[in-house]
């Protein structure tokens, strides 16, 4: 492998990864789908960032503070948060 081509494949390789980084997955939002949430509450209880909150019955992500650990995704018992 020449010079030029090590350098072209890194060059790639690294556009690549912040390509990966910075694609529309980064900025995707939780769902609540309403037709599942039974507002038990379970996932405010464990957001780490009070980015959850019951109103009415159904749970409501503040995206403002959504870190998007997915906690609420794993605790929710009707898999309504996605």
């Given at each position: ?44 209880d ?21 870190h ?15």
């Amino acid at each position: 492998m020449t010079r030029f081509t090590k350098l072209f494949f890194f060059a790639a390789l690294g556009l690549l990864v912040f390509a990966a980084c910075e694609g529309p997955l980064a900025n995707a939002m939780l769902t609540v789908d309403t037709t599942r949430c039974v507002g038990c509450g379970e996932c405010e209880d464990v957001c780490p960032y009070d980015a959850i909150e019951v109103i009415d019955g159904d749970a409501v992500i503040d995206p403002g503070l959504c870190h998007q650990c997915n906690r609420c995704v794993e605790v929710c018992p009707e898999g309504a948060i996605y």
